[in-house]
């Protein structure tokens, strides 16, 4: 952390020089200094900051994959000559522990074309999709994989 006072001091200067960047020392010593003393702030921290952001970027991407991959299979099926669907209402329980990580798994599925949440109560989900090929394999998708992950 002591890092990222010591940059946001070198952006706020908006220029660098030696005294500028020894101010910038001393004072986020100090700050960071005061966040451990006063506000119980542990070194551990640091890390599972960096490593959640880290997975929360990851997960963003696959969202971003994913979704692409839903909306080409619900283009394949909008435009072909004969449209057969199989719409399905499914129920299923996770393993996630935070309301943070199911009500972001909610949301990432309603993200994707073709399935929304209809209800999520504690940990059971209500998904209506447009085809059963849609929510095959839901229960241990690589969301909840990662959702995990961020959660430990």
């Known amino acids: 952390m002591f890092f ?11 220029r660098l020089s030696v005294e500028i960047a020894v101010a910038g020392v001393i004072v986020s010593a100090a700050v960071y200094r005061f966040a451990c003393v006063h506000m119980r702030y542990k070194h551990k921290t640091n890390f599972k900051i960096i490593r959640r952001l880290f997975l ?3 997960y963003a991407l696959v969202l971003l994959w994913e ?11 909008v435009f072909r000559k004969t449209i057969k669907i199989e719409p399905r ?6 393993d996630l522990k935070t309301k943070a990580a199911r009500v972001a798994f909610a949301n990432s599925i309603t993200l994707m074309p073709g399935s929304v949440v209809v209800a ?15 929510v095959e394999g839901i229960k241990d998708s690589v969301f909840i994989r990662l959702l995990r992950k961020i959660e430990e």
């Open 67 to 77: 979704t692409v991959k839903a909306n080409i299979a619900v283009f394949r099926i």
């Open 4 to 14: 990222v006072y010591l940059l946001l001091w070198l952006i706020f200067s908006m």
């Open 120 to 134: 999520l109560e504690d940990d059971l989900y209500c998904v209506h999709c447009l085809d059963g090929k849609f």
């Open 89 to 94: 209402i499914i129920y299923f329980r996770t």
């Open 56 to 58: 929360g970027i990851r």
